[in-house]
């Protein structure tokens, strides 16, 4: 069974700074790896995806990277604003009894402070 | 106006109690799925639909059931609501690679 798991649960840094976030899965069978953003009472919203075959993907100060063989993936911030500030959550999407599905890693809450 | 809506956004019921949640969606998209976000747990499954004659369980269906009205609507249901049903539901549309999520859902069983 595919397990997600984001590290660290919670961050907290000065504005500025550039971060990593990190997600790593157990099974390499993934078609493809995304990088969501949840704020508060809006749902989620895609950020980054990165499809199996690809080694990395970027948005404006985002990019994020995929190391399919170690089941690990990294999303990287530059220069952090407060605006960043939300839950960051990866998923997998695998193919579980016949169709694709998603599985979420648990996120990490990212808070930047001014 | 969101492309996903989910009625309501905030309910409190008692234990044994039959809820329903809704989704509508504008985006004209034939898969409509249904998550689950407990602390600590991430998003997990609970019904999927890829069109309206199809219906499937996700990781964790029991206690739970949905109705694919329309191809815009999707509705999850409570059929007795129990403490651990406390959660955060989201609502999602597919197409391709991606998914669009709904505001979710804050239920609180008493």
């Known amino acids: 069974k595919q397990e997600v798991t984001q590290i660290p649960a919670a961050l907290s840094v000065p504005e500025g700074e550039n971060l990593v976030l990190n997600c790593s899965f157990t099974?390499?069978?993934?078609?493809?790896l995304q990088w969501f953003r949840q704020d508060p009472g809006k749902g989620l919203t895609s950020l980054l995806l990165?499809?199996?075959?690809?080694r990395e993907q970027t948005s404006g100060r985002l990019n994020a990277s995929l190391d399919k063989s170690s089941g690990r993936s990294t999303l990287y911030i530059a220069a952090s604003q407060p605006g960043d500030s939300a839950t960051y959550l990866c998923?997998?999407?695998?193919?579980?009894?016949?169709?694709?599905?998603?599985?979420f890693g648990q996120g990490t809450r990212l808070t930047i402070n001014p | 106006d969101a492309d996903v809506t989910q009625t309501p956004r905030n309910r409190i019921t008692k234990t044994g109690k039959r809820i329903m949640l809704e989704c509508s969606q504008t985006?004209?998209?034939?898969?409509m799925y249904w998550y689950r976000q407990d602390p600590g747990l991430g998003l997990r499954l609970i019904y999927y639909?890829?069109?309206?004659?199809?219906?499937n369980k996700g990781e964790i269906s029991d206690g739970y059931s949905v109705s694919r009205q329309a191809q815009a609507k999707f509705s999850l249901s409570l059929e007795s609501a129990i403490p651990n049903q406390t959660a955060l539901y989201f609502c999602?549309?597919?197409?391709?690679?991606?998914?669009?999520f709904g505001p979710g859902t804050r239920l609180l069983v008493l």
């Open positions: 998923a997998v999407k695998e193919e579980i009894q016949g169709a694709q599905k998603l599985v």
């Open positions: 099974d390499s069978a993934i078609y493809n």
């Open positions: 990165i499809q199996s075959s690809q």
């Open positions: 985006k004209g998209h034939d898969r």
């Open positions: 639909s890829f069109d309206v004659k199809d219906i």
């Open positions: 999602a549309t597919g197409v391709g690679e991606t998914q669009y």
